[in-house]
């Protein structure tokens, strides 16, 4: 988890801070996989926070839920073998990281991209 701690902090403060809006992972490192992109929501259920994954495949979407620490493993899984862009969007800034083909992880902030937190809306299954 070296090469991404700096993401993954910055996504523990802001949801500690209650200023994460989602997540996106997207240019897939093997397009023929079908896989184009993943969006990550926070949900609260039953007082617990539920991190949604959007798996969206050409044809269909799939989607799991995971904890706080089982979202950052599947996150760092994704970036390491399937996606070479993840974008954190808060309210306060955009942190891109970026995985080149030889596995070198940079990072780039950005001005936020939204003012305020998304609308909520009913848990896919």
Known sequence: MTEFNHFFETLQQNVIKDEFVKLTLSKPVRKSLGLQ?????????DNKEIFQFKYR??????YKQF????????LEILLMDSFRVGTLFTLNEDLLVTVSK???VSYRDNAPSFKNKLPE???ES
């Open 57 to 62: 495949y050409a044809t269909e979407n799939q």
């Open 67 to 74: 904890s706080l620490n089982e979202a950052i493993s599947e």
């Open 102 to 104: 030889k596995k070198v």
């Open 37 to 45: 992109n993943v969006y990550m929501r926070l949900f609260v259920v």
């Open 121 to 123: 809306i009913p848990l």
